[in-house]
């Protein structure tokens, strides 16, 4: 088994890159590998509650993002000047994360073995 | 040393397909091992058979099979990637309804599982 970390920072809804992104997200998880997500930077709001791609022509990507629990994927970390930065909260978001600081980034990507920058 | 490699670089917008292109080539000549190149996001736009690049530019497509021809690599694009841009074979063409040949030769067409597969597989693994 491998630790995946899965770096998303590139803000949601352009398209279809949070899809896909997602869907090698799912694979990993159905691999049964250690699958952890790591919101940075404009990323954060791909999990910020009430939001409506739907009306974009886009997948409902927060049920996607629940939807990661039932692989047994539940370590979500969402750097904390990042979350700041949109003047958002924890309780802002779809659900429960880690709060990570900038500062730790570096040793979280070091411990892992494989980096996707899911961008 | 044994990679995976993940191409999600445009062949003609991004910086990094060229980077992508000229790793695998130094890694192998330097006789590490490639276990897979997976084709994903708008890096499936390397495979289509009839991307044709001015005489002067530079060719990825022709690039990367006279590679895989030299090493045997195993040159794979994801299926629901390449759908979504268009890009299918006969078979898939067929499925969907739909008349078409758009893989260039020495690639073939897989799903993510076979990434995921090259990945676990691999001592390091390298996105571009």
Redesign the interface.
């Known amino acids: 088994m491998k630790k995946i970390l899965f770096v998303l920072e590139k803000p949601p809804f352009q398209g279809i890159k949070l899809q896909e992104n997602l869907d090698m997200i799912l694979t990993a998880a159905v691999f049964d590998q250690q699958v952890a997500l790591l919101f940075l930077g404009g990323g954060v709001l791909s999990i910020k509650s009430g939001q409506n791609p739907t009306d974009l022509g886009l997948k409902d990507t927060a049920a996607i993002f629940k939807a990661l629990e039932i692989y047994d994927v539940k370590d979500f970390y969402v750097e904390v000047e990042s979350l700041q930065a949109f003047g958002l909260k924890p309780g802002d978001l779809i659900f429960p994360v880690q709060e990570i600081y900038r500062k730790d980034v570096n040793a979280m990507i070091v411990e892992s073995d494989v980096v996707l920058s899911a961008g | 040393m044994k990679y995976a490699i993940?191409v999600?670089a445009n062949p003609d917008t991004s910086a990094s397909a060229i980077s992508a292109y000229r790793f695998v080539k130094a890694a192998l000549e330097a006789g590490h091992s490639i276990s897979r190149v997976f084709f994903?996001?708008d890096g499936i736009y390397h495979a289509l058979h009839y991307r044709t690049a001015p005489d002067d530019e530079c060719h990825l497509t022709q690039a990367w099979q006279t590679l895989a021809q030299a090493f045997e690599l195993d040159l794979v694009v994801c299926v629901?990637?390449a759908q979504?841009r268009g890009l299918l074979n006969p078979d898939e063409a067929k499925r969907q309804g739909k008349q078409d040949d758009d893989l260039a030769a020495g690639f073939r067409i897989g799903g993510?599982?076979q990434?995921?597969e090259a990945?676990?597989a691999a001592d390091r693994?390298i996105?571009f």
Do not use: F, H, P, Q
């Open positions: 993940l999600n994903y996001k629901s990637a979504r993510l599982g990434w995921l990945m676990l693994v996105e």
